[in-house]
T-cell receptor
């Protein structure tokens, strides 16, 4: 149980385009989802926390207009990187938490490359 | 601010050597503690976790960790490492007051065959 999937697993796009990444909890209802960014050989950096049906809470320094997060249902959250630039190239990871679980379940990540 | 410190950034060991990776956190309240492993090119996997009870926690693949509350530590150990343990290891903490997970910067473990 407690499986989280991400789609796509990797994406290459041109500079200036927008990219949407999906995060799904497959066998549980995720009341809270988290989005992280991981640069090569570095730790995960929390970007934002989203609760189903409400606006996401962004960490300091993360542009909310650039990284749009939608958590429309208890099993799906999306991260849209708008007007992507090469510096947005990174590994994006989502995790999900549920009521009664004091831990997060991580997705496999999405590697974004912006040309 | 709350933080998680991993003292060793890069560790190189020979096969069969014993391993201990340090992890300290800075928070005086109740915490849940985790160790994750990330094999090259793969996603995070949970090695073990501590919520309460016996402070010596056993995880997968022969790993264990000991929670020492007085030292705010949660060190990861394995008595005899294998080449396949080559990976990056992350210590993490969830503060019971909220849901956020705070990661350490990671320790890159390289096992020589």
């Amino acid at each position: 149980g407690a499986v989280v999937s991400q789609h796509p697993s990797w994406v290459i796009c041109k500079s200036g385009t927008s990219v949407k990444i999906e995060c799904r909890s497959l066998d549980f209802q995720a009341t809270t989802m988290f989005w992280y960014r991981q640069f090569p050989k570095q730790s995960l950096m929390l970007m934002a926390t989203s609760n189903e049906g409400s606006k996401a809470t962004y960490e300091q320094g993360v542009e909310k207009d650039k990284f749009l997060i939608n958590h429309a249902s208890l099993t799906l959250s999306t991260l849209t990187v708008t007007s992507a630039h090469p510096e947005d190239s990174s590994f994006y990871i989502c995790s999900a938490g549920a009521l009664g679980y004091n831990e997060q379940f991580f997705g496999p990540g999405t590697r974004l490359t912006v040309l | 601010a709350q933080s998680v410190s991993q003292h060793n950034h890069h560790v190189i060991l020979s096969e069969a050597a014993s391993l201990e990776l340090g992890c300290n956190y800075s928070y005086g309240g109740t915490v849940n503690l985790f160790w994750y492993v990330q094999y090259p090119g793969q996603h995070l996997q949970l090695l073990l976790k501590y919520f309460s009870g016996d402070p010596l926690v056993k995880g997968i693949k022969g790993f264990e960790a000991e929670f020492i509350k007085s030292k705010f530590s949660f060190n990861l150990r394995k008595p005899s490492v294998q080449w396949s343990d080559t990976a990056e290891y992350f210590c993490a903490v969830i503060l019971n007051r909220d849901d956020k997970i705070i990661f350490g910067k990671g320790t890159r473990l390289h096992i020589l065959p």
